[in-house]
């Protein structure tokens, strides 16, 4: 379970949706949410600063002082009822503070926004999200205004949140399957989540592959994905809950382009294997690296372009060093 979660804010309301979606997950574990504010000064006026300190020191401090009144308030608010909340106000560029937070605080989750409004003490939350994301050593959701994670839950639980969860064959893609798993269970507690397992194939160009080959990739694909969900419930891959509470589902696609495809499905839905047809999913979850080939991709890269192909929120999952190496001696 998330048991302590950052919820990174620059002052805006855009960037304060965050916290009742933090809020109902540290319900679930009895965790604590960070909030963290960094004062960000842009560097025409850090250069003024040389010029006059103690007039710019006397708003640096007001700056500091506005910040640490602000996130007290929060800690207070509606959405932090009977949350334990812990709070952290810093000075410098939002994304390393961001990191050096996660690391210091034993940080198992980050939920911010994607955007936001930019100013003096404001940030670009779109480009600070991306560089968190990429960097950052545990999971990372990354919340939309267009598409509220919790629009259509009951307030106490009880609904059912569903996570897409693209696949490529590569053992690092599946670590994205635990985190998607603790993150739906807690959201619909005490109702049950669901994961829907995917793999969208793109095949060679036309003339190149037969419909007989084309078939036999499709469905070695679909048994990929069967034998993956078997795997899940005989709990040899992590997916806490799995064998009572999530329902999973799995198929594969034929795509001309992997990121669109995993946007068109999550947000459209399509026929499902064993269960006939869904209406889409609620949030993505996915790994940020992982291996190239005839059906695997450059992780990384995808993941990207899935979030700005989609309007959902992103739960994106970045192994860690020990997992890669252990693929690359598994793999050879």
């Known amino acids: 379970m998330f048991q302590r979660i950052l919820v990174p804010l620059d002052g805006s309301a855009r960037a304060e949706q965050a916290l009742p979606v933090a809020a109902r997950l540290v319900h679930a574990s009895s965790g604590t949410i960070v909030l963290l504010r960094v004062v ?10 040389a010029l006059e300190p103690m007039a710019m020191q ?42 050096s937070v996660v690391d210091t605080r034993s940080i198992d989750l980050v ?13 670009v939350l779109g480009s600070v999200a991306e560089k968190v994301a990429h960097h950052c050593s545990v999971p990372v959701l990354l919340l939309r205004e267009e598409k509220p994670l919790l629009a259509g839950l009951r307030p106490n639980g009880g609904s059912t949140l569903r996570a897409l969860i693209p696949l490529d064959g ?48 499709l469905q070695q694909a679909k048994q990929n994905l069967r034998a993956t969900v078997e795997e899940m419930r005989a709990g040899l891959i992590a997916a806490p809950g799995i064998d009572h509470k999530l329902s999973v589902t799995w198929s594969a696609t034929i795509g001309d382009d992997i990121a669109t495809g995993i946007a068109r499905m999550a947000e459209n839905g399509e026929d499902v294997e064993g269960v006939g047809v869904f209406e889409g999913c609620d949030v993505i979850a996915m790994a940020t690296h992982g291996y190239s080939g005839l059906q695997r991709w ?27 190496k252990g693929h690359e001696t598994e793999t050879g």
Not at 40 to 49: A, G, K, L, T
Not at 78 to 93: C, K, P, S, Y
Not at 111 to 123: D, L
Not at 298 to 323: F, N
């Open 40 to 49: 960000n000064f842009p560097n025409q006026f850090v250069s003024y600063v």
């Open 58 to 99: 006397a708003v640096i401090d007001t700056q500091l002082e506005e910040a640490k009144n602000y996130l007290e308030n929060l800690a207070r608010s509606n959405d932090l009822i009977n949350v334990h909340a812990e709070t952290e106000v810093m000075v410098g560029q939002p994304a390393v503070n961001i990191l």
């Open 111 to 123: 939920v911010m926004c994607s955007h936001g409004y930019t100013g003096m003490t404001r940030w």
């Open 170 to 217: 590569s053992v690092l893609a599946l670590t994205a399957i635990a985190p998607a798993a603790q993150l739906v269970a807690a959201v619909s507690a005490p109702g049950a989540g669901a994961l829907h397992l995917t793999q969208v194939v793109v095949m060679p160009g036309r003339g190149e592959i037969n419909h007989t080959e084309r078939e036999a990739i």
């Open 298 to 324: 450059a992780v990384g890269s995808i993941t990207e372009r899935v979030l700005h192909a989609t309007r959902l929120p992103l739960l994106i999952v970045r192994p860690t060093d020990m997992r890669e």
